[in-house]
């Protein structure tokens, strides 16, 4: 039979979609791929499962018909600069049931991505589904912010726009991975900063205001790529990766939104020997713990977070035997591994959103304690420290344990989660240490004025060194072990097995539900 006609309102629904799409507007394509960019719709169909993609508002346009010609609008402005919908992600994976999302991308070829009428309406629609319907969700937020030229809707100040309050309020409730390549600002960026993990291209800018809103406040003339470029943004902690370009940005995305959507098929794993000398003997000589981190994990399973700001603590998430786990780690290269005011922000911040969704936490402590003096204290150390302790206090989420070399005072404590009995299972290895403070300066306190009636100062730091080595024998983690203060002295080749082991006793059950806690931003 003959194809049948296509009526008249068939014709015009494919005419105004054929609109939408970005081979209906090569010029604006165009410009995008001189910027290195891809478009939105690019993006959208490099991370979801082929056609999985539903659509919510595509035929939105912005909302200026009292200055603009309605034609010119539908050939310009589709979708009002923001494609959203649910779609499926990692389906092959985790299935269809746990492979459902949300993705919305503000398009920068539409108004340079700047939030209009319509695409705030449509925000609100997909957060109220994503509450609704608990998808995980991905927002592209490249764009320039609030739009001054929609002209459709009454307004004065915009302040009653939900979309920033709804946004925020999913804090905890689904995790939400914000993708930024080029210019990001004001509410584009505080789209991206109230998300839970941000990615980023090297070529990013994010600011709470652009250079128009800078120079309106009388700060000078700056250029978009210096309001907050990337040399800023991966250091002070704003950006938790950071990507060459967009491709890399979805790969990583993806894999970043797999540790929240189940378990896979266990990984294949590095010699687990290779532990046992990863650690050096001199208790002075500084190492990298990224390694052994990549050792336990399943291979190829391991993304760092945040790794030039606060780099003497480590975090980071990754899978051990098929199962996502959130990791914290003391970097001896970086201040020695103690717990800096920012280092605890990082950690306190990362238990928070591991504990929101369910990912149990392996801490990997070589920790001299927390960094003193008044330097440290100017940075508000009292309070930023105690986070750490407030934080795996509330935790719920097991918490494995593991004393590499160095266990001391209250850092120490708060890399356990309080103390040495919270984790479901704290072990050390051989050569590990414990005690209530840095060895040395517990000698140098304890023996104060013994020390003070010594004259000759060479044989005022022999009996230091003397001193000191008695105290380092009593703190070898076997004479904890003897106590019960920990549970076990283990091989470190072991390590690996008893994590495996401990977690799948610990989670075997279906925790009680606490009641929801947002996840800090900062």
């Not at 010119?72 to 492979?99: C, K, M, Y």
Request: charged share 25%; glycine share 10%.
């Amino acid at each position: 039979m003959p194809d049948e006609p296509i009526r008249a309102d068939h014709a015009e629904l494919l005419q105004r979609r054929a609109l939408t799409e970005d081979a209906a507007r090569p010029d604006a394509v165009e410009r995008r791929r001189s910027r290195n960019g891809r478009t939105a719709r690019e993006n959208i169909a490099d991370l979801v499962d082929a056609d999985s993609f539903v659509e919510y508002g595509r035929f939105a346009i912005a909302a200026q018909r009292h200055r603009r010609d309605l034609a010119d609008l539908i050939a310009r402005t589709p979708g009002d600069g923001l494609v959203a919908g649910t779609a499926r992600v990692n389906g092959d994976l985790f299935g269809e049931q746990h492979s459902a999302c949300a993705v919305l991308s503000y398009d920068y070829t539409v108004l340079a991505g700047t939030q209009g009428a319509l695409g705030h309406r449509k925000k609100d629609r997909l957060f109220d589904l994503i509450e609704r319907m608990r998808l995980p969700t991905v927002f592209f937020a490249e764009g320039g912010g609030g739009r001054p030229g929609d002209t459709d809707y009454p307004t004065v100040s915009a302040l009653d726009a939900r979309a920033f309050k709804l946004w925020a309020a999913l804090s905890g409730l689904v995790p939400r991975i914000s993708v930024v390549k080029g210019r990001c600002f004001a509410g584009n960026a505080v789209i991206a900063g109230s998300s839970d993990l941000i990615v980023a291209t090297e070529d990013t800018s994010i600011g709470m205001g652009g250079p128009a809103m800078i120079a309106g406040g009388g700060l000078g003339d700056v250029h978009p790529d210096e309001v907050g470029p990337i040399s800023m943004q991966e250091p002070n902690g704003v950006v938790d990766v950071v990507v060459a370009d967009e491709a890399e940005a979805v790969t990583v995305t993806k894999r970043l939104l797999g540790y929240f959507q189940g378990t896979t098929t266990p990984g294949s794993a590095a010699d687990q020997k290779l532990l046992r000398t990863m650690v050096p003997e001199r208790a002075r000589r500084a190492y990298p713990v990224n390694p052994i981190i990549e050792t336990l994990a399943d291979e190829g399973s391991v993304t760092f977070l945040r790794p030039r700001f606060a780099a003497e603590m480590v975090t980071a998430l990754a899978r051990i035997d098929g199962r996502a786990v959130g990791v914290i780690a003391n970097n001896s290269m970086v201040m020695a591994g103690a717990i800096t005011a920012a280092a605890s922000d990082k950690a306190a911040r990362f238990v928070q959103l591991c504990d929101a969704f369910e990912l149990p936490v392996v801490s990997l402590i070589d920790c001299p304690g927390y960094m003193v003096g008044p330097a440290a204290e100017a940075d508000a150390l009292v309070r930023r420290a105690s986070r750490m302790l407030v934080a795996g206090a509330a935790m719920s989420v097991p918490l494995v344990a593991v004393v590499l070399r160095r266990g001391y005072g209250l850092g120490a404590q708060a890399m356990l989660g309080g103390s040495l009995h919270e984790p479901v299972l704290t072990v050390a290895w051989p050569g590990a240490h414990l005690g209530p403070m840095g060895l040395e300066g517990a000698v140098r306190l304890g023996l104060r004025k013994e020390l003070e009636a010594i004259a000759d100062d060479e044989e005022r730091e022999a009996r230091v060194r003397e001193a000191t080595a008695a105290a380092q024998d009593n703190a070898k983690a076997l004479n904890a072990a003897q106590l019960f203060e920990i549970d076990d002295v283990i091989d470190p080749a072991d390590t690996r097995r008893l994590i495996i082991d401990t977690l799948t006793a610990a989670t075997m059950h279906q925790r009680r539900r606490a009641e929801r806690r947002f996840v800090d931003t900062w």
